[in-house]
């Protein structure tokens, strides 16, 4: 009998403790005000390095945003997309040859997003939003002929071979901050970046902040997206 109340009390023991450990857990897990960045591909979809993008991604249980380029799109690519689309990343406008566009006509402009606009329409069912110039080029002419929000970022030179994964990782955990997109690629052979994220999206969990798309960026952070204007970080610009 003695034994049996000694098993009960260290039977209670074990699950008043084990209760107050969540609850320590969670409180936290939740400050007071949340931080928040977004992460953004350019350059896909491919069935290479978007696809170690996105199990990447699920690995650490966070979304992204996915800046397609029309021409990249067909029947093998178009399912990589709908998987992100699927795991809750936003597909968004990166033009469709990735011209430098300042140096295109209004109707050329215009040509350029409506075809990328409808493939990702065809293959996703949801118009895009948001735009990002190819190589952050643009002028007044595409402000006035693109109806969707412009966004930049903070990049870390990803496009670059000779930035090796753990630059590229030290150079995102300095640029951290609240509101920030940052600016990377899911191009072919950029594994360096998939590498990086496997480093960034802990350490920057153990810092407090939450990986969210960049619509939902904006949102949460209740700021409406304006014309005429380009955002890096959305709290700043
Ligand atoms: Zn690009």
Redesign the pocket.
């Known amino acids: 009998m003695k034994n049996f109340i000694l098993f009960l009390l260290s039977a209670c023991l074990l699950v008043s403790c084990g209760t107050n450990k969540k609850k320590a857990e969670n409180e936290t897990l939740a400050p007071v005000e949340q931080k928040l960045v977004a992460l953004s591909f350019?350059?896909g979809p491919n069935t290479s390095t978007t696809v170690q993008m996105l199990n990447m991604l699920e690995k650490h249980g966070v979304k992204g945003s996915f800046?397609v380029?029309g021409r990249n799109i067909n029947d093998s690519s178009a399912v990589v997309m709908k998987r992100a689309f699927d795991m809750g990343c936003d597909i968004q406008n990166?033009?469709f040859s990735?011209a430098n566009m300042k140096e295109l006509s209004a109707e050329e402009i215009k040509d350029e997003i409506q075809k990328t606009t409808d493939l990702i329409v065809k293959y996703v069912g949801v118009q895009p939003t948001f735009f990002?110039p190819?190589?952050i080029s643009y002028n007044q002419l595409m402000y006035d002929n693109i109806d969707l929000t412009f966004i930049s970022g903070m990049g870390v030179e990803d496009?670059m071979p000779s930035v090796t994964a753990e630059e590229r990782a030290k150079r995102m955990m300095d640029m951290a901050a609240d509101g920030l997109i940052y600016l990377l690629?899911d191009?072919p052979g950029n594994e360096a970046t998939v590498q990086a994220l496997d480093v960034v999206i802990p350490e920057l969990k153990k810092q407090g902040y939450r990986f969210v798309t960049v619509p939902e960026l904006f949102k949460a952070k209740n700021i409406t997206p304006q014309r005429n204007k380009i955002y890096s970080n959305i709290l700043t610009d």
Do not use: T, V
């Open positions: 350019d350059d800046y380029i990166h033009s990735h990002r190819p190589f496009w690629h191009m």
